[in-house]
RNA sequence: CGGGGCGUAGCGCAGUCUGGUUAGCGCGAUUGCUUUGGGAGCAAUAGGUCGAGAGUUCGAAUCUCUCCGCCCCGACCA
């Protein structure tokens, strides 16, 4: 080689290691490096016998968490790294949106509560206290009621609108049933933002810009399989809202999604583009059923499918106002839709008696010849546009055949009650939509007035005239994500953790410090990799290979150095990625930190 | 809030039914020696108010009562 192209080579190569290790830092929390002979936080080989789901199970095996007490868990230090860049990363894209960050206080006045009327809606989930001088406090579970009163007086023109807060907060939920770790808890740290606009197609405009960080944030986390989807906006009230789910087997909602992904929704209120066919109307006519309550009982008796009756259901709302739903006899009412179509906050279950005094008969009701004024009658498409339907007679032990609404009944309301089922055809494309489970990492809404008009929060137009101002929120679960990505990238030995949020960027093991050569060379490696701007996680115990590997497949670090005097024999150093199972490559020892630079820093570019 | 289950060392468990020396075992921890490529061997050591309180009894981890905590299913849930 001409001595020219030797320097060219050696100027390149300081350019790329500069250029590494910028890419690297920008991705690079304050503490690079850890010797786990001084790491806090023991990995263990049984799983206490209470987790269960791979996020729960790995997180205390690997020493990131501990519980405290129900649902209220300590961050170790590899936890806390990992929450700390996922952290970053939601920072980074919420100030690219314009977002300013501020910290509200845990704890509130319960006046503050009382003003927007929730310190009487929420129940025991909002946690109640008092003072040393009696005066009612809460812990926060949610900051709408702190950032309205901020902003109502930090802001008063339209000129300083649209303004996004955001914050990451500690907030308690005294939630009835903690579980799967991380996934459940009372108290978690939370990114809320809360977004004041003048008018709603700005907040329409601004929420777009927000839908398209969160994708970013996710992606970015690493998570595999995230979809938004259409949900219930529940207690927070307002109209649209979406929620971000990770696609995982222990999440808690079903979703129902379209295999071409155009359409994606909540259980609770998806639809399906199912259709129903008139046939011509036969007589109605009345059957003995004798003993035969149920719908599977009836459609065995009578030889007919499930799809040929009519199910008849009965709730009590939230004032005790008898409902009377029905539906065709193949699907479920989705009580959720039931609620919201009622505006009703609570539905039970009626008991006989009720149903009795509005002229109906358990097991045998039907809407014919039932008294209207003891009820509401509400009615799904599937049972009003279906025909020839066996439905109750309202008398024990007798059906009747070939019910047809129109012809037999009249009243009641027709809605979509039914609870969508697997297979049931996409109201977008008509594919069977697929069901799967999510865990809600994150959610935002279309808020509207509900809180600026309810405290005044209130701005100047160019009129000088007085408005409310437009509000949207936007939360993300910060350990839950964590633990999502968990559910979604893990195999037998534990996380395998996407670079971007990887508690360090390589894992340094040191195979029999105590033979030739091998401890000074981690210890030189070690030092390298540091001075390359990598995060290094550095295993100088010196424990058996098999302990050695079990702890880095629990740490999950995503690059693996083993130095070992079997390699170094021959120049080289062993390495490893955590998802390649257990195949390694060797590497010459010179090429070690260059090759770490050049494999972290493409992790992150895209990240 | 309803149903079920569990509380014995940091973690996993035995012992409880049928009360009886000093409450055991594995992992983990400490020390020494031997080992060294997928959770090593030997030896020694430390670590427990048997969830709490009251009761029965000569004697309680064990029986009785009360309470507390934890987990699972359901209800509930930005």
């Known amino acids: 080689m001409h001595p020219r192209d030797g320097r060219r080579a050696a100027r390149r190569r300081a350019f790329l290691g500069l250029w590494y290790r910028f890419v690297i830092s920008l991705a690079t929390v304050e503490i690079f490096v850890m010797r786990m002979s001084q790491l806090v936080g023991q990995r263990l080989k049984d799983a206490p016998r209470d987790a269960q789901t791979a996020s729960h199970i790995f997180l205390i095996r690997g020493g990131y968490i501990r519980p405290v007490s129900t649902g209220i868990y300590s961050l170790l230090p590899l936890g806390k790294r990992i929450i700390t860049k996922v952290e970053r990363i939601i920072r980074e894209e919420m100030d690219r949106v314009d977002g300013q960050e501020v910290l509200m206080p845990v704890v509130l006045p319960q006046e503050l509560w009382d003003e927007s009327g929730r310190s009487q809606t929420v129940g025991a989930e909002l946690l109640r206290f008092q003072d040393r001088n009696g005066k009612p406090m809460l812990l926060g579970m949610t900051h709408e009621e702190a950032v309205v009163h901020l902003c109502r007086s930090e802001v008063t023109s339209y000129k300083q609108l649209p303004v996004m807060l955001y914050q990451l907060q500690t907030k308690y939920r005294d939630e009835a049933r903690p579980r799967a770790g991380l996934i459940r808890v009372r108290e978690f740290t939370m990114k809320d933002a809360y977004s004041f606009h003048a008018t709603q197609e700005n ?75 008139k046939q011509p109307a036969l007589a109605l006519e009345e059957v003995h059923t004798p003993e035969k309550k149920s719908i599977d009982e009836v459609a065995t008796f009578l030889g007919v499918g499930p799809e040929h009756t009519g199910k008849a259901v009965f709730f009590l709302d939230a004032d005790n106002k008898l409902i009377f739903a029905c539906i065709r006899g193949d699907f479920e009412v989705n009580e ?12 039970r279950f009626a008991d006989d008696e009720r149903i009795r005094a509005a002229g109906a008969e358990p097991g045998y009701a039907s809407v014919l010849s039932v008294d209207a004024t003891q009820c509401r009658i509400v009615l799904d498409r599937s049972f009003a546009e279906s025909s020839n339907l066996v439905v109750g007679a309202n008398k024990a032990d007798y059906h009747l055949k070939n019910f047809n609404y129109g012809r037999d009944f009249t009243g009641g309301e027709v809605v979509d009650l039914a609870a969508v089922r697997p297979g049931d055809p996409c109201p977008v494309s008509g594919l069977p939509l697929e069901m799967k489970r999510g865990i809600e990492i994150g959610n935002i809404f279309q808020l509207g007035t509900k809180y600026s008009t309810a405290m005044s929060c209130n701005f100047l137009d160019q009129n000088g005239k007085s408005q409310p101002m437009i509000m949207g929120c936007y939360g993300i679960g ?69 302990s050695a590997f079990a702890d880095a ?8 150095l083993i130095v070992a005097a079997k390699s170094l024999a021959l120049g080289k150093v062993e390495f490893k990625r955590r998802d390649g199972g257990r195949n390694s490559d060797l590497l010459d020892r010179a090429d070690v930190v260059a090759k770490m630079q050049e494999l972290v820093a493409a992790a992150l570019t895209d990240a």
């Open 336 to 347: 959720t839709k039931l609620r919201n179509y009622l505006k009703t906050k609570e539905l």
């Open 478 to 546: 910060v350990g839950r994500s964590m633990a999502a990505v968990i559910e979604q990238s893990h195999d037998q030995y534990g996380p395998i953790w996407p670079m971007s949020i990887a508690p360090y960027q390589v894992h340094l093991v040191s195979l029999n410090p105590n033979q030739p050569g091998v401890a000074e060379t981690a210890e030189a490696l070690y030092s390298e990799l540091r001075a390359a701007g990598i995060e290094v996680l550095y295993d100088d115990r010196g424990e058996k290979a098999g």
């Open 203 to 277: 907040l329409e405009a601004y929420y777009e810009r927000v839908h398209a960080a969160y994708e970013r944030i996710f992606r970015r986390l690493g998570m595999k399989q995230c979809v938004s989807i259409q949900s219930d906006t529940g207690m927070m009230g307002g109209k649209v809202s979406h929620e971000f789910m990770a696609v995982a087997e222990c999440g808690e909602d079903t979703l129902f999604l379209s295999p071409d992904g155009r359409y994606k929704a909540n259980k609770e209120v998806a639809t399906s583009g199912i259709r129903f066919e």
């Open 553 to 560: 497949d629990l740490i999950g670090i995503p690059l693996r």
